[in-house]
């Protein structure tokens, strides 16, 4: 079992920063890929970024490359995910998930765990 816990969600203006945490306890993270997936309201849950249990494979939407960066941290059993240049349209609640795989997924339903979610609002 692993447990994720999210934090860092927010309210911040358009174009601004927001970093979001998701802190792993339980069984070995480094053993788990892990992704962020988000979910607007109305909308279904979408993939966002994905990271190897190593850090050194990455993954990302169309829709964020290049505003966003995926990253972990083993030793502190955490994964995080920087979000400049925040729009409107990324307005959503951000979940993180872990993977028992080497190589992260970007189908959410391939992951093992979820974390209970975190909400980023983007104001005009």
């Known amino acids: 079992q692993v447990q994720l816990a999210e934090s860092g969600g927010g309210l911040v203006h358009a174009g601004g920063p927001l970093r979001l945490s998701c802190a792993a306890s339980?069984?070995?993270?480094?053993?788990?890929?892990m992704g962020w997936f988000r979910q607007a309201p109305g909308k279904e849950r979408e993939f966002v970024a994905s990271?190897?249990?190593?850090?050194?494979?990455?993954y990302y939407a169309d829709s964020v490359k290049g505003r966003f960066t995926i990253s972990r941290d083993n030793a502190k059993s955490a994964a995080y995910l920087q979000m400049n240049n925040l729009k409107p349209e990324d307005t959503a609640v951000y979940y993180c998930?872990?993977?028992?795989?080497?190589?992260?997924?970007?189908?959410?339903?391939?992951?093992?765990?979820w974390g209970q979610g975190t909400q980023v609002t983007v104001s005009s």
């Open positions: 998930a872990a993977q028992r795989t080497t190589v992260p997924s970007t189908t959410s339903g391939l992951y093992d765990y």
């Open positions: 990271i190897s249990r190593s850090g050194g494979i990455t």
């Open positions: 339980g069984r070995a993270f480094s053993n788990y890929a």
